[in-house]
């Protein structure tokens, strides 16, 4: 995944010596803001922001306190640089949120391992399902409303098992891990063998993930997710409930019912430019296509193309 590495300064030094230290690593992008720019940055939601005070301590200061009152970079870590030896102005901007504060001249392996470290733990306390490696409901959620501030146009598709409570009830939750980790991989592969630029996958919880996916096309990435799940799944059955395409399952009153392989139900949003204002409205239009999908027994999609009213 991107990592987006915001340099606030007016000056380019800093800027071309963090590239020059990343330059071997696609993950890390850096991009110089100017401080009159700050609000524009802020809309991207980046994942770290490096300041470099440039000795105007007064303009730092609040351009700490609009990062951390930012809703949507309130999490977001604060890296200052600065030349300021004072032990009274480093408490202050620490008690301001500011993650580490760096004193000149630059150490540029300390910089360099403090930064990559910071994003490490981040990624994996508060951005990664525990179970898949995919980014959690935090980083999902910032992703949408990033690319609706931009005004981009996407795909944004919603997956769900079907029958998977049944398949947990008898071969057991473990075995049902096994499942959901298959189809992270199976998502994975198909929405990133596209090549696309800025595609994204997260993992809502349970058996539901999202893909972010740039463009309005994405009827091939779904067809081949349906395609290799329907084929694969069936390892994850005896050779028995295989070959019958079922399995058999005593409700509350003891009768057996019988209950088709676990297949896979995707809804697609397809995000305009001004369509939706803001992220419940295309939770609540995923919400509907994903549960028209679900409707229909066996792997399938259904693509939501209603146009604004």
């Known amino acids: 995944m991107l990592q987006e590495i915001y340099v606030i300064d007016d ?18 992008r850096i991009t110089k803001v100017a401080k009159e720019d700050l609000d524009i940055a802020l809309k991207n939601i980046p994942s770290l922001i490096i300041v470099n005070e440039n000795d105007n301590i007064e303009d730092n200061i609040q351009i700490c306190k609009k990062i951390k009152y930012n809703e949507d970079n309130s999490i977001t870590p604060i890296i200052i640089i600065s030349s300021n030896k004072e032990h009274s102005h480093k408490l202050e901007m620490l008690e301001l949120g500011v993650l580490y504060y760096i004193r000149l001249p630059i150490d540029e392996t300390y910089l360099y391992h403090t930064i990559t470290n910071i994003l490490k733990l981040l990624y994996v306390n508060r951005r990664v399902s525990p179970l898949t490696g995919l980014p959690g409901n935090v980083q999902i959620q910032a992703e949408i409303k990033k690319r609706i501030l931009n005004k981009e146009e996407f795909c944004l598709m919603y997956f769900d098992l079907d029958n998977f409570k049944a398949y947990n009830d008898v071969y057991g939750f473990l075995k049902g891990d096994e499942i959901i980790k298959f189809t992270s991989k199976v998502i994975l592969k198909n929405v990133h063998s596209e090549e696309l630029e800025n595609s994204f996958v997260g993992h809502i919880g349970g058996d539901d993930f999202i893909a972010i996916v740039p463009g309005k096309d994405c ?5 081949n997710i349906i395609a290799e799940f329907d084929f694969n799944v069936k390892r994850y059955y005896t050779k028995e409930d295989s070959e019958k395409g079922y399995i ?20 697609v949003v397809e995000v305009e430019r001004g369509k939706f204002d803001n992220v419940l409205e295309i939770g609540e239009a ?18 939501d193309r209603r146009k604004k009213q």
């Open 11 to 28: 000056k380019t030094e800093l800027e071309e010596k963090l590239k020059k230290m990343f330059e071997q690593e696609r993950e890390y």
């Open 219 to 223: 009827e091939n990435i779904c067809q």
């Open 248 to 267: 058999e399952i005593a409700n509350r009153k003891g009768i057996i019912e019988e209950f088709p392989l676990t297949s896979i139900s995707i809804g």
């Open 286 to 303: 995923g919400a509907s296509v994903k549960h028209l999908a679900k409707t229909i027994q066996g792997s399938t999609y259904v693509i």
